[in-house]
């Protein structure tokens, strides 16, 4: 931790520092510049925290050096990089996973029709949402419950696990015993109590990023899940805000290098919704690829003029089939291989 | 609502557009540019967005014209703005209402310490937190019911009414007890299951703007809390994240006037935690009665050195008598009048 | 200067630091943390910045710490804030200035109904535009030299000192001959030849902040003129780019009490282009006296209907005088007097 | 261009529109809603715009369909994307250009040396500023006339044509005398006399996207350019200006395929700048080729730690050569091939 002073700071100011640091058992060490003085602090920086220094008289800056998470960081796992499993399939440094899938679960047929889309271009992860949370009261807030029972069927007829969305504590549970992945979305990043209730159902769970939210807080709030005891984390850039207009969100693809630098979390990324437009797909998810993602999660529908959300952004089969050629021959230059689908979940034929 | 078709629409789409509307029960009015074609769209809006036009051949882009929120809309109180009571305490637009007190409630004697300051510069309610949403889960998290309890008492001290936030849906019933009004912070403006469970609960809400939420999106979130059957919502913009550092986040002044015109609802200032800086409050403060502001919510603490949290900005006594000072004479300059505290809540002495 | 050296620093790399800042003249003490190491650097920090620390072995950040502006600091003028003088017109912390005029100069008789409207509701500085910097070619450019002359002769009409914009160095000399005072628009924050030309010219400068600038860069802008000679800078904040869209750009209304903190140069807010919407103008206007700005700058159209440039944003004759009034009592309550205009220009009648 | 009228316009103020748009030449078409009315605009969009009609009363919004650039645009060039020549170099659809050099020339040698290692590894163009526009007046601003016979002499000796940054009018003419292309910068994008003059001089200009730029600003400030006759202009997206921290800015790959889709001016990225971080520059020029980028500009330095300029992010040798090899199997992947320098440069040695 580093504390500038103001430049009219006094000795006593400086020395009450200085005695405050060490009363709570660190060290501090006093630069004397021209202008300004600086303290530089050693020992147990959440110790300082609590000292709340930065309203000293005499402060002027406050700056923490290491970073406040402490689980999800590099650090934490000097091995390497962490590979998660869903429902059998790896998401890490090693493969490249294509999870796709309605937007929302709209009826067992779309759904199956959307998850066969998926699985013939090489997705080994189904991902559609049953709880939908829309910016209006007005628009299609998903099935619930039953959302999830076609999930279940769907996966039983592909053999696709299920990656589905969870947007209240209190549904953890339920959502956990049908699914294979939490999803935690955009606007819920910084929902801190179902951050913990997520990382306590024992399911992997899927960490999208705040389209408001810096990489740190992202991390930040993967740590409120892992505080839980759930590792099995894999982050999801989705595009941040801007005042760019021509795309819905700006796509962050520098965010991947910069949280494998952080984190040992595998990180993904979503085209569809970040760009918001289907003509925007391809070529994003082939950037992620060649940028580093560990795999991409796209949206699908077997009829996206039909689709009760986000259909302009949704693939249709021919979209899906050049997807699936570029990001093959893509993770093969990036030395990835596509992961494949487990056959646990294929019911007997 | 607006279509434009591309360029290189044919007539073949255009008709199947009008089509689609009229067999909605709509109408469309076609213009024929000479690069492209404009089709207004007369009818009922939401049913037009369940036809899912944008995904249709040849269509380039649809806007919507008529806004989305209605029960928080100018349009469905032509009476003029809205005056929301709490605890007795008018919010409005005849008066100047200021709200004050500790952001995080830490102990009996810190909380009454702050609300005896508050009430002594003027405050009408005493706003306190006793769940606290933190970006870091090593961070202080406040005293959950315990914290109710210590904010309960203080009102019988003092008799200010109370503000508190609530984090999740399942705390609602129990906050709701306890509180007089609801807060619901920037984090959770788009937690849906959170604004309705506040909606139905009976309580007036005050709904902060999301730092990174449009002004709609911000409607929107109090359309949410509207159809629950609540229509007391005070609207609090606090700073919204932009690349400027200097401030924690930009205050957004222009919000209040362009809310005004858009919506009845009553609509405050925090300066406290946009700035981020004790030394902004009283000019922010200003800036805010001056743009036509129903009040002010500041942070006060006894102590801000001790603060568990948000202690930098947090006013002492002698900032607090002269904000208090400063708003009475820009109050009657807008002409309004400070709001009054009520005297139901004070114990027979 | 603090350098934070990486986890895995060696001791070599310290030292090597720590040499390299010696050898500079400078000093370097070093604090070694549990897992980090800290330097920090006392002496010339110009010259540590020429040292490339950042790309050192071992170095993971380097701050700055005093601040890279110098001439228009507020250490830089230790009696305190600058008061600078526009044709006889002071623009200070004493005075509330209003700056009023059309967006362009379309005409003689266009540039004296608005002058006469401006002065009439007490502006005391004439702005208008002859080179207009737009963002479509195909947009009205201004008309040049011409409008010069018709400013020129509006003042001799009227009495009212002429600000107005330059957009190109060498087009500098020619707007000094008829300005008092030179803009600079917020397009042309960052081009530094045209900062160094008008610094050189003799004129006072109003520096309007980049829509996209942070503060300090702002800042820096004026040290380029400032470095030229020329310390009679005003700055004035008129809105940065964020992602809410029903305000052309965000008034950063907290700018001016973080100016005043950092620089003793005037500051004044420009509501017209920030908000770009008519009924914004007097709510932010007020908000602008109240948060401690120096004056105001508002665009003025005897017809804006009829406006070539801006017209949705400019006020007419009963906006003015409503303007006036408001302005008038909170300059009062903020402990300044309205500026009043000086009898220089006015011809003998 | 379709204007939507308030709810409460009346039938006057709808015919009076009518009746302006008809006398401008034009047809309206209007469409009667429930709460709103719409008017279609048909004929001379330029001319419509001159009619102000925004501030025309009952009028709500005017929103503009067609783009206002027009020699830019994809539908100007119905016979696909141009290929820009730079000193014998193409740059567009069929090839990948790697376009290297140091940021600021700062003496011969270590210019000739950093030409040598992007030649060597592939690059066909030379890149490096002999004029810096730079925040700080105190920091280095380039060897000006001097370092563009440096570069001259580096061309001589390497074959590789030479880009290079132009920041005011006056120096357009003799920077392009040695220049084979002249670059305009981020800060500079809005510099419309800047934008002129390089579109006069008869050399291909890139212009960088400024950073706090829409896409649809960066195509109008092209389309400055192209309007003084020139259309060998190619674009370069560096990175906009958001919240985040961890990098210096976003680099925006989605502007990459929307711009294709617009315009018909080859578009390439500069990785070095947005990231401001040596090790993001190869992940991030990855991205750029495979989200169909023409080309990337890098940073390259035989010596970064003692660059006077931007040395943190300048590759090295070992860098270069891993940057090189993975283009080059990217661009076959993307149908491109790698573009050959060209010879007539070279001194017959």
Not at 61 to 82: D, Q
Not at 125 to 141: E, H, I, N, V, W
Not at 289 to 314: F, K, M, T, W, Y
Request: with cysteine.
């Amino acid at each position: 931790m580093v504390i500038v002073m103001t430049p009219d700071a006094t000795e006593d100011e400086i020395e009450a520092i200085v005695a405050q640091v060490e009363s709570a058992g660190g060290e501090a060490f006093v630069s004397r510049g021209v202008s300004r003085t600086i303290i530089g602090l050693i020992g147990d920086v959440e110790g300082f925290e609590t000292l709340n220094l930065a309203s000293r008289p005499g402060v002027a800056k406050v700056t923490r050096i290491s970073a406040k998470y402490k689980l999800v960081s590099r650090e934490h796992r000097p091995e390497g990089r962490s590979t998660v499993e869903v429902g059998g399939v790896p998401i890490g440094p090693d493969t490249m996973t294509l999870i796709a899938g309605p937007c929302a679960v709209e009826s067992p047929e779309q759904t199956l029709a959307a998850a066969v889309m998926a699985r013939d271009a090489g997705a080994t992860l189904l991902r559609g949402g049953a709880f939908k949370p829309r910016t209006s009261p007005y628009a299609f807030q998903g099935l619930g419950e039953l959302g999830l029972r076609i999930l279940a069927d769907v996966r039983a007829e592909t053999g696709l696990p299920v990656v589905t969305e969870v947007v209240a504590p209190h549904d953890v549970d339920m959502v956990a015993e049908y699914a294979d992945m939490l999803q935690i979305g955009t606007r819920n990043m910084q929902n801190f109590g179902l951050l913990q209730a997520a990382g306590r159902v024992g399911k992997p769970v899927l960490l999208k990023r705040g389209m408001n939210s810096t990489i740190e807080e992202w991390l930040m709030a993967a740590e409120y899940i892992a505080q839980r005891g759930c590792l099995d984390i894999v982050l999801c850039e989705r595009g941040i805000r801007t005042f760019e207009t021509s795309t819905r969100n700006t796509l962050d693809v520098s965010a991947v290098p910069v949280v494998q630098h952080l984190s040992h979390l595998p990180v993904m990324i979503d085209p569809s919704h970040s760009g918001g437009r289907r003509d925007l797909v391809l070529p994003l998810s082939r950037a992620a690829i060649a940028v580093g993602s560990d795999g991409v999660l796209v949206d699908v529908h077997p009829c996206p003029e039909e689709a009760l959300c986000d259909g302009p952004q949704a693939l249709m089969t021919e979209d899906l089939r050049e997807l699936s050629g570029s990001l093959e021959a893509l993770a093969v230059l990036m030395g990835r291989r596509p992961s494949a689908a487990p056959r646990r979940y294929l019911r007997a034929s």
